[in-house]
């Protein structure tokens, strides 16, 4: 058994759970302890509701014990300045993170964890020898995130890359760039939590908020941000089919304050319905008939491995998506489409006749791109290089100073 600080860039509760969550509950069912320590804050908050309640819930916590959210997981909201990473503020953050996480890991018992972090800035704030080993786990390209503060990124992500024991990457594109700073690189796609989105092919009760929608039903399901959703293409898909019914289930806008949803709410074919219960969203996809990825081609979504598609596929759905370069290597089981309205038209069209890859294909690919067998592809790598043999023998290190 060993003990793992995962650093991830989302809060435990959000309620559209990513790589951060699923990995850390899949490492504590193979057999280890997980300290979950929630984000940092990588961008500057911005002046709006969304933001104003996460800090308000973020300062209730900060100065909270470890809470306990499964047996060998527990949470840490970490005591620190959103933003704060220059001058002043990193100053402040690096002595406030050291010690709290130093705190936090004696209070888990933790000894000699290793550092599974999501954070691109991680070594502006700790220093990786203090830790058994470190994996850096690259799932998308942050820095292409509105706000975010590109140049410094891009700089500490180098750095950061080339100092860890471990790096994995979710897409090619990931992979190419970061060869060329950590030569050992390994490329582990994005997967799914099959066993939950697989119960979207039993016959569950249709969401009230969907009886009054006619099929078939095109369903998107993710963060409703315009600087990865093409939400020109899917306005013209809506508009050109009054008889399909449009169901998108997410936040809107929470990255991307720009994103502009008002064309949608007025066509009587969307059903804009927010962020669902992650418990329901079975539910949600067993009443659709088509699951949607209508992304631009751009830096972001080049880079992107969206773990919706096998969640998708898991939930029994044809899906249609635009063409990207990490699913270039399941076009056996998706449609994908250029960017363009005609394309993905004929492709719902196909998927709704029933043309194209079966339901047993479909499925039969989303049990083998599962969290659990990527997991164990990881834990094998960090047993391979002998990361995983001298756990659990001395406490984690010592508060350290600025």
Request: net charge positive.
């Amino acid at each position: 058994m060993a003990d793992f600080i995962v650093l991830a860039t989302a809060d435990w509760d959000h309620p559209l759970w990513t790589n951060k969550q699923h990995t850390a509950q899949s490492l504590v069912e193979a057999g280890h302890r997980v300290l979950y320590v929630e984000s940092l804050g990588i961008r500057a908050p911005r002046v709006g509701s969304a933001d104003r309640t996460r800090i308000v819930r973020r300062l209730r916590r900060m100065l909270q014990l470890p809470r306990r959210r499964l047996n060998g997981l527990w949470v840490w909201s970490p005591p620190v300045l959103p933003g704060g990473h220059s001058g002043i503020g990193l100053q402040i953050n690096r002595c406030l993170l050291r010690a709290g996480l130093f705190l936090a890991t004696r209070w888990v018992r933790f000894k000699r964890p290793i550092l599974w972090t999501y954070n691109p800035l991680t070594t502006l704030y700790l220093d990786l020898n203090r830790f058994e080993a470190s994996v850096y786990h690259c799932v998308d390209r942050i820095q292409d995130q509105p706000g975010m503060p590109q140049a410094r990124i891009e700089v500490n992500e180098q750095q950061l890359s080339q100092r860890v024991n471990v790096l994995f990457t979710t897409s090619p594109e990931l992979q190419a760039t970061h060869l060329r700073w950590h030569p050992g690189a390994r490329m582990f796609g994005n997967v799914a939590d099959h066993r939950h989105f697989s119960q979207a092919r039993q016959s569950l009760p249709c969401p009230p908020a969907l009886q009054d929608s006619r099929s078939p039903r095109i369903v998107f399901m993710g963060a409703i941000d315009a600087y990865k959703l093409d939400l020109r293409l899917l306005h013209q898909l809506i508009l050109r089919h009054p008889e399909w019914s449009f169901v998108l289930i997410g936040p809107v806008g929470e990255c991307d304050p720009s994103t502009e949803v008002a064309p949608l709410k007025v066509c009587s074919n969307v059903h804009l319905v927010g962020p669902q219960a992650y418990d329901t969203l079975p539910a949600w996809l067993s009443h659709a008939d088509v699951a949607l990825l209508p992304l631009q081609l751009n830096g972001y979504t080049r880079n992107m491995f969206p773990m919706k598609f096998f969640e998708y596929l898991s939930a029994g759905l044809p899906v249609v998506a635009t063409a990207i370069p990490a699913l270039a290597a399941h076009a056996d089981v998706a449609w994908l489409c250029e960017p363009h309205v005609e394309a993905f038209e004929q492709a719902i069209r196909a998927a709704l006749a029933g043309d194209g890859p079966t339901l047993d294909q479909r499925f039969a690919r989303a049990q083998t791109q599962t969290y659990q067998l990527r997991t164990e592809a990881m834990l094998n790598v960090l047993q391979e290089k002998g990361l995983l043999m001298a756990v659990g023998q001395q406490l984690f290190g010592q508060v350290p100073g600025p």
